[in-house]
């Protein structure tokens, strides 16, 4: 409901400028990413004991954060509306590994326990629009939110059990931020922002073997990806415009 409400805003602000202001100029844009990662990991296994059959054992359901780096590029067009400029660009995005490990308690009669390694990384394509506040000054602050494609990939490690798993999922993903930009010259700024980015889940499953019962579990995975992005870079803007007709 939520991301259907933000592509709702997203198109709505599309289409909200002023008819007459149908100018675009063009920019490219790169910045650099310090990425927070958090993975909200909510991993559960089924298994039989003792003619016992359907037991559920939760081994792990907490989150875990990893500071990496990541790169954005970006082509988009602006025009101008009322009290600034509005922009919308096409944006793809990177970001390194994000990795974890953790040892968790597996309880079924006599306690063991589970020595995990998990790596993270996320590609992503993105419709963002922003809205950039005039001021009368270089320094240039907006507000913006996007919408787009993310690949989520995942793998996990039991190295006391001998299971290495590869997994990826193809999400919907969603962001939204503010920052502020300082015009350099004419044509070229640098900027500087923040982002809350949902790269949606990985989900995945396998089976592993826990001591001292030397058969295999059935275990099931699902990983919710999000992360605060500080990004910084520049943007360089062609006064080439596209024009489109008026209505």
Known sequence: ??????????????????????????YIS???????????????????FSGMNHHYNKILDNKHKDDVWGMRLAYGAATPVKYGKLRGELEFGWNDDAKDSSTNAFKVVTPS????????????????????????????????AGLGYARVESKASLPDNGVSKKSSD??????IGAGVSYAMTDNISFDAGYRYTDYGNVKDSYQMNVAPFGKPFDVTSKNDITSHEFLLGARSVSYTHLTLPTT
């Open 170 to 175: 193809n999400n919907l993903a969603w962001q």
């Open 1 to 26: 409901m939520n991301k259907t409400l933000l592509l709702a805003g997203i198109a709505t602000t599309l289409f909200a400028f002023n008819a007459n202001a149908m100018d675009f100029d063009q």
């Open 30 to 48: 790169a910045k650099g990413a310090f990425v927070k990662m958090e993975n909200d990991a909510d991993v559960n296994s089924h298994y039989s």
């Open 113 to 144: 326990t589970v020595n995990a390694t998990t790596e993270t990384s996320v590609y992503s394509a993105m419709l963002n629009v922003y809205y950039d506040i005039e001021t009368g000054t270089k320094f240039t602050p907006y507000i913006g």
